[in-house]
T-cell receptor, first 113, second 109 residues
Framework: ETGVTQSPTHLIKTRGQQVTLRCSSQ?????VSWYQQALGQGPQFIFQ???????GRGNFPPRFSGLQFPNYSSELNVNALELDDSALYLC????????????FGPGTRLLVL | QKEVEQNSGPLSVPEGAIASLNCTYS??????FFWYRQYSGKSPELIMS????GDKEDGRFTAQLNKASQYVSLLIRDSQPSDSATYLC?????????FGTGTSLTVIP
């Protein structure tokens, strides 16, 4: 167990809807990153938050947005869901930016119909 | 060209053998390197991190890094059936982690 938790574990939405996924970081970790992992692929970086500010973003459209709260928990919001958004969404926390190891939560599996 | 490339496998080895997993990366400014293991339906779990050229050993696992060749490898000695999983190579360029697509390993009893 890494101490990183995510909710919900599974979610089914329909195309065009909006979804919010949540993550609680490991105690003491102030950096959180979000990843999308499609079936058979490696995790793809969505964005990273450090002390409530976005600190890097991968090649994802603006309908993917996030927040980090003062207690370092985080949300990933996806608007206008598309079928291709179906994937495992992973949250990873780390102590500091840069080289520090990332520890993953169990993930949220999203299915868009 | 992908930032991190791995052979997708599948790689099959008999129990007790050495499994060798390889990874190349494209960004020369990459600072730190990681191997994660992912069981089917689960999230990645960290096996090893390596920051300097050379070998780093942890139990049955040895990570090797060659920055000049932009190459990272993972050796698993005395492979066990419980090692059967997908192994992900990850590279940190400073503010972003890049993952390979993973190599599927099966250890045959």
């Amino acid at each position: 167990e890494t101490g990183v938790t995510q909710s919900p574990t599974h979610l089914i939405k329909t195309r065009g809807q909006q979804v919010t996924l949540r993550c609680s970081s490991q105690s003491g970790h102030n950096t959180v990153s979000w990843y999308q992992q499609a079936l058979g692929q490696g995790p793809q970086f969505i964005f990273q938050y450090y002390r409530e500010e976005e600190n890097g973003r991968g090649n994802f459209p603006p309908r993917f947005s996030g927040l980090q709260f003062p207690n370092y928990s985080s949300e990933l919001n996806v608007n206008a869901l598309e079928l291709d958004d179906s994937a495992l969404y992973l949250c990873a926390s780390s102590l500091v930016q840069g080289e520090e190891t990332q520890y993953f939560g169990p993930g949220t599996r999203l299915l868009v119909l | 060209q992908k930032e991190v490339e791995q052979n997708s496998g599948p790689l099959s080895v008999p129990e007790g053998a050495i499994a060798s997993l390889n990874c190349t990366y494209s960004d020369r400014v990459s600072q730190s390197f990681f191997w994660y293991r992912q069981y089917s339906g689960k999230s990645p779990e960290l096996i090893m991190s390596i920051y300097s050229n050379g070998d780093k050993e942890d139990g049955r696992f040895t990570a090797q890094l060659n920055k000049a060749s932009q190459y990272v490898s993972l050796l698993i000695r005395d492979s066990q059936p419980s090692d059967s999983a997908t192994y992900l190579c990850a590279v940190n360029t400073g503010n972003q982690f890049y993952f390979g697509t993973g190599t599927s390993l099966t250890v045959i009893p």
